[in-house]
Protein backbone atom coordinates (compact mmCIF):
# COMPACT_ATOMS: atom_id res chain seq x y z
CA UNK A 1 0.00 0.00 0.00
CA UNK A 2 1.18 3.41 -0.68
CA UNK A 3 1.12 5.13 2.61
CA UNK A 4 1.61 8.90 2.72
CA UNK A 5 4.17 10.23 5.33
CA UNK A 6 4.24 13.67 7.37
CA UNK A 7 6.81 15.40 8.12
CA UNK A 8 7.33 14.61 4.52
CA UNK A 9 10.74 14.15 4.19
CA UNK A 10 11.00 12.22 7.38
CA UNK A 11 13.86 9.98 7.65
CA UNK A 12 12.20 7.64 10.18
CA UNK A 13 8.74 7.76 8.91
CA UNK A 14 9.76 6.86 5.49
CA UNK A 15 12.59 3.97 6.81
CA UNK A 16 9.71 2.45 8.52
CA UNK A 17 7.59 2.11 5.94
CA UNK A 18 9.89 0.47 4.02
CA UNK A 19 10.91 -1.56 6.53
CA UNK A 20 7.23 -3.02 7.09
CA UNK A 21 6.95 -3.53 3.82
CA UNK A 22 5.08 -0.66 2.28
CA UNK A 23 5.75 2.49 0.10
CA UNK A 24 6.26 5.42 1.59
CA UNK A 25 4.70 8.29 -0.64
CA UNK A 26 7.88 11.19 0.57
CA UNK A 27 8.48 14.79 -0.91
CA UNK A 28 11.85 13.30 -1.90
CA UNK A 29 10.27 11.42 -5.15
CA UNK A 30 8.68 14.07 -6.28
CA UNK A 31 11.38 16.50 -5.78
CA UNK A 32 13.43 13.88 -7.79
CA UNK A 33 11.27 13.68 -10.87
CA UNK A 34 11.56 17.57 -11.46
CA UNK A 35 15.54 17.76 -10.92
CA UNK A 36 15.99 14.87 -13.07
CA UNK A 37 13.89 16.46 -15.77
CA UNK A 38 15.99 17.45 -18.69
CA UNK A 39 15.97 21.37 -19.98
CA UNK A 40 15.26 22.82 -16.35
CA UNK A 41 12.98 26.12 -17.10
CA UNK A 42 13.39 27.65 -13.49
CA UNK A 43 16.61 26.07 -11.73
CA UNK A 44 16.40 24.69 -9.16
CA UNK A 45 13.02 23.32 -9.44
CA UNK A 46 11.17 22.57 -12.17
CA UNK A 47 8.37 24.25 -11.30
CA UNK A 48 6.53 25.22 -14.57
CA UNK A 49 3.46 27.69 -14.70
CA UNK A 50 1.55 24.19 -15.19
CA UNK A 51 2.52 23.50 -11.60
CA UNK A 52 0.49 25.99 -9.86
CA UNK A 53 -2.20 24.82 -11.70
CA UNK A 54 -2.22 21.77 -10.37
CA UNK A 55 -2.06 23.59 -6.86
CA UNK A 56 -5.49 25.74 -7.62
CA UNK A 57 -7.43 22.49 -6.84
CA UNK A 58 -6.85 22.81 -3.81
CA UNK A 59 -6.20 27.13 -3.14
CA UNK A 60 -7.55 30.19 -4.45
CA UNK A 61 -5.55 32.79 -6.18
CA UNK A 62 -5.92 35.27 -3.37
CA UNK A 63 -4.11 32.46 -1.21
CA UNK A 64 0.06 33.15 -0.86
CA UNK A 65 1.45 31.46 -4.12
CA UNK A 66 3.92 29.60 -2.14
CA UNK A 67 1.17 27.04 -1.00
CA UNK A 68 -0.01 26.64 -4.90
CA UNK A 69 3.66 26.00 -5.77
CA UNK A 70 3.87 23.75 -2.42
CA UNK A 71 0.87 21.81 -3.36
CA UNK A 72 1.65 20.99 -6.89
CA UNK A 73 4.47 18.71 -5.45
CA UNK A 74 1.61 17.49 -2.97
CA UNK A 75 -0.51 17.14 -5.09
CA UNK A 76 0.60 13.66 -6.79
CA UNK A 77 1.13 12.41 -3.30
CA UNK A 78 -2.18 12.96 -1.86
CA UNK A 79 -3.95 11.48 -4.72
CA UNK A 80 -2.06 8.20 -4.37
CA UNK A 81 -2.07 7.53 -1.18
CA UNK A 82 -3.69 4.64 0.90
CA UNK A 83 -2.74 5.15 3.97
CA UNK A 84 -1.01 8.11 6.04
CA UNK A 85 0.60 8.39 8.80
CA UNK A 86 0.99 12.07 10.71
CA UNK A 87 3.33 13.18 13.16
CA UNK A 88 2.03 16.06 15.11
CA UNK A 89 3.89 19.42 15.17
CA UNK A 90 7.13 18.39 13.84
CA UNK A 91 9.88 21.20 15.29
CA UNK A 92 10.87 21.63 11.83
CA UNK A 93 7.44 22.30 10.37
CA UNK A 94 7.99 26.05 11.21
CA UNK A 95 8.26 28.42 8.55
CA UNK A 96 6.79 31.11 6.25
CA UNK A 97 2.81 31.90 5.55
CA UNK A 98 3.82 29.76 2.63
CA UNK A 99 5.14 26.65 4.34
CA UNK A 100 2.93 27.01 7.74
CA UNK A 101 -0.63 27.31 5.39
CA UNK A 102 1.29 24.25 3.00
CA UNK A 103 1.26 21.99 6.27
CA UNK A 104 -2.54 23.03 7.59
CA UNK A 105 -3.73 22.16 4.22
CA UNK A 106 -2.24 18.91 3.82
CA UNK A 107 -2.79 17.53 7.22
CA UNK A 108 -6.47 18.86 6.63
CA UNK A 109 -6.92 17.13 3.06
CA UNK A 110 -5.56 13.74 4.31
CA UNK A 111 -8.09 13.88 7.46
CA UNK A 112 -10.78 14.99 4.80
CA UNK A 113 -9.73 12.37 2.52
CA UNK A 114 -10.57 9.45 5.17
CA UNK A 115 -8.46 6.89 4.37
CA UNK A 116 -6.83 4.91 7.14
CA UNK A 117 -4.66 7.31 9.51
CA UNK A 118 -2.14 6.83 12.11
CA UNK A 119 -1.24 9.96 14.57
CA UNK A 120 1.72 10.18 16.68
CA UNK A 121 4.14 12.65 18.40
CA UNK A 122 7.45 12.65 18.05
CA UNK A 123 9.58 10.31 20.83
CA UNK A 124 11.20 12.31 23.50
CA UNK A 125 12.42 8.98 25.53
CA UNK A 126 13.20 5.53 24.95
CA UNK A 127 10.01 4.44 25.85
CA UNK A 128 8.15 7.06 23.99
CA UNK A 129 9.79 5.79 20.84
CA UNK A 130 9.08 1.94 21.94
CA UNK A 131 5.31 2.79 21.66
CA UNK A 132 5.70 4.89 18.76
CA UNK A 133 7.25 2.52 16.57
CA UNK A 134 4.63 -0.65 17.80
CA UNK A 135 1.63 1.81 16.88
CA UNK A 136 3.54 1.99 13.66
CA UNK A 137 4.13 -1.53 13.15
CA UNK A 138 0.75 -2.48 14.09
CA UNK A 139 -0.68 0.06 11.95
CA UNK A 140 1.26 -0.97 8.48
CA UNK A 141 0.25 -4.79 9.63
CA UNK A 142 -3.56 -3.86 10.08
CA UNK A 143 -2.95 -2.37 6.21
CA UNK A 144 -1.02 -5.61 4.98
CA UNK A 145 -4.46 -7.72 6.10
CA UNK A 146 -7.04 -5.17 4.65
CA UNK A 147 -4.72 -5.47 1.23
CA UNK A 148 -5.94 -9.26 1.58
CA UNK B 1 16.14 4.28 -16.90
CA UNK B 2 14.58 5.04 -13.59
CA UNK B 3 17.77 6.73 -11.52
CA UNK B 4 17.15 7.17 -7.84
CA UNK B 5 19.10 8.79 -5.02
CA UNK B 6 19.23 7.28 -1.39
CA UNK B 7 20.76 8.28 1.47
CA UNK B 8 21.64 6.00 4.38
CA UNK B 9 22.28 7.43 7.91
CA UNK B 10 24.30 5.48 9.71
CA UNK B 11 24.07 5.41 13.54
CA UNK B 12 25.47 2.14 14.57
CA UNK B 13 28.29 0.64 17.32
CA UNK B 14 28.87 -1.55 14.72
CA UNK B 15 29.21 -0.26 11.22
CA UNK B 16 31.28 2.91 9.74
CA UNK B 17 30.09 5.14 6.76
CA UNK B 18 33.50 3.64 5.35
CA UNK B 19 32.65 -0.03 5.94
CA UNK B 20 29.54 0.52 3.92
CA UNK B 21 31.43 2.21 1.68
CA UNK B 22 34.19 -0.70 0.69
CA UNK B 23 31.27 -3.24 0.78
CA UNK B 24 29.62 -0.73 -1.90
CA UNK B 25 32.40 -1.30 -3.98
CA UNK B 26 32.95 -4.64 -3.52
CA UNK B 27 29.80 -4.90 -4.99
CA UNK B 28 31.04 -3.68 -7.94
CA UNK B 29 27.27 -2.08 -8.86
CA UNK B 30 27.30 0.30 -10.97
CA UNK B 31 26.58 3.32 -9.43
CA UNK B 32 27.66 6.84 -7.74
CA UNK B 33 28.76 6.78 -4.15
CA UNK B 34 29.32 9.36 -1.52
CA UNK B 35 30.53 9.14 1.99
CA UNK B 36 29.36 12.25 4.28
CA UNK B 37 29.45 12.92 8.07
CA UNK B 38 25.95 11.48 8.66
CA UNK B 39 26.58 8.18 6.13
CA UNK B 40 26.63 7.63 2.55
CA UNK B 41 24.57 8.78 -1.09
CA UNK B 42 24.03 6.27 -3.20
CA UNK B 43 22.66 6.94 -6.58
CA UNK B 44 22.20 4.80 -9.53
CA UNK B 45 19.52 2.25 -11.39
CA UNK B 46 16.65 1.76 -8.84
CA UNK B 47 17.00 -1.69 -10.01
CA UNK B 48 20.40 -1.71 -8.90
CA UNK B 49 20.21 0.85 -6.18
CA UNK B 50 16.83 -0.96 -3.96
CA UNK B 51 18.17 -4.56 -3.72
CA UNK B 52 21.82 -3.36 -3.38
CA UNK B 53 20.99 -1.06 -0.11
CA UNK B 54 18.59 -4.02 1.15
CA UNK B 55 21.60 -6.27 1.77
CA UNK B 56 23.56 -2.86 2.96
CA UNK B 57 20.96 -3.01 5.77
CA UNK B 58 21.48 -6.23 6.50
CA UNK B 59 24.87 -5.13 8.19
CA UNK B 60 23.16 -3.71 11.17
CA UNK B 61 19.08 -3.73 10.53
CA UNK B 62 18.86 -1.63 14.01
CA UNK B 63 22.05 1.19 13.11
CA UNK B 64 21.06 1.75 9.16
CA UNK B 65 18.67 3.87 7.74
CA UNK B 66 17.62 4.83 4.51
CA UNK B 67 15.35 6.94 2.60
CA UNK B 68 15.24 8.59 -0.97
CA UNK B 69 16.69 11.87 -1.45
CA UNK B 70 15.54 14.12 -4.41
CA UNK B 71 18.32 15.50 -5.82
CA UNK B 72 21.75 13.22 -6.49
CA UNK B 73 25.00 13.83 -4.64
CA UNK B 74 27.01 16.80 -5.60
CA UNK B 75 23.66 18.40 -7.50
CA UNK B 76 24.78 22.02 -8.74
CA UNK B 77 21.72 24.13 -7.74
CA UNK B 78 21.82 22.07 -4.12
CA UNK B 79 25.25 21.56 -3.38
CA UNK B 80 26.93 23.70 -0.54
CA UNK B 81 30.03 24.03 -2.30
CA UNK B 82 28.54 26.05 -5.21
CA UNK B 83 25.84 27.75 -2.93
CA UNK B 84 29.10 28.96 -0.45
CA UNK B 85 27.82 27.04 2.38
CA UNK B 86 24.67 26.91 4.80
CA UNK B 87 22.37 24.21 5.55
CA UNK B 88 21.18 21.93 2.71
CA UNK B 89 17.46 22.06 2.36
CA UNK B 90 16.37 18.87 4.71
CA UNK B 91 19.15 18.92 6.70
CA UNK B 92 17.04 20.27 9.87
CA UNK B 93 14.84 17.40 9.99
CA UNK B 94 17.70 14.70 9.51
CA UNK B 95 19.77 16.74 12.49
CA UNK B 96 16.22 16.68 14.72
CA UNK B 97 15.77 12.80 13.36
CA UNK B 98 19.34 12.30 13.99
CA UNK B 99 18.72 12.71 17.69
CA UNK B 100 15.72 10.53 18.20
CA UNK B 101 17.59 7.48 15.99
CA UNK B 102 19.21 5.89 18.83
CA UNK B 103 15.85 5.16 20.32
CA UNK B 104 14.07 4.30 17.10
CA UNK B 105 16.58 1.64 17.16
CA UNK B 106 16.31 0.14 20.74
CA UNK B 107 12.67 0.33 19.82
CA UNK B 108 13.22 -1.83 16.88
CA UNK B 109 15.24 -4.15 19.00
CA UNK B 110 12.23 -4.46 21.50
CA UNK B 111 9.72 -4.77 18.79
CA UNK B 112 11.55 -7.91 17.44
CA UNK B 113 11.80 -9.28 21.23
CA UNK B 114 8.36 -9.10 20.93
CA UNK B 115 7.85 -6.83 23.46
CA UNK B 116 4.63 -4.97 23.76
CA UNK B 117 5.24 -1.29 25.39
CA UNK B 118 2.81 -0.12 28.20
CA UNK B 119 -0.23 2.17 26.79
CA UNK B 120 0.67 5.70 29.12
CA UNK B 121 -1.68 6.92 30.37
CA UNK B 122 -2.83 10.43 28.72
CA UNK B 123 -3.42 13.37 31.40
CA UNK B 124 -6.93 14.81 31.58
CA UNK B 125 -7.02 18.45 30.94
CA UNK B 126 -8.55 20.01 34.10
CA UNK B 127 -12.83 20.27 34.73
CA UNK B 128 -14.07 23.52 34.25
CA UNK B 129 -16.55 22.65 36.85
CA UNK B 130 -13.72 22.24 39.05
CA UNK B 131 -11.56 25.31 38.46
CA UNK B 132 -14.44 27.20 39.40
CA UNK B 133 -14.80 24.37 42.60
CA UNK B 134 -11.06 25.44 43.50
CA UNK B 135 -11.62 29.41 43.26
CA UNK B 136 -14.64 29.03 45.73
CA UNK B 137 -12.59 27.36 47.69
CA UNK B 138 -9.75 29.40 47.61
CA UNK B 139 -12.14 32.38 48.17
CA UNK B 140 -13.54 31.00 50.96
CA UNK B 141 -9.87 30.33 52.83
CA UNK B 142 -9.17 33.87 52.43
Do not use: W
Not at chain 2, 97 to 113: Q, R
Not at chain 2, 116 to 140: F, G, M, N, R, T
Amino acid sequence: MKVFIYPSNSLILSDLVERFGHEPLAIMSEIGKRVRTQGLDSPPLNITPEEPKLGLKYAAVEVPSGVRGRMALFDPLISKADAAIIVRDPVTSFGCMGCARTNELINFLIRAKKIPLLELDYPSTEEDAKEFVFKISEFLKSLKEEEK
Amino acid sequence: MDPITKMVVINSMKVLPSDVVIKLYGSNADVMIKETCFGIIVSGERSVVEPLLSSIRRMDPYGIFIKERGLAPGEPYRCRATRRGGARPGFHTLESEDKILPYIASALKALDKGEVPKQKQKKKKLDVEKLKQIIKEAEVSQ
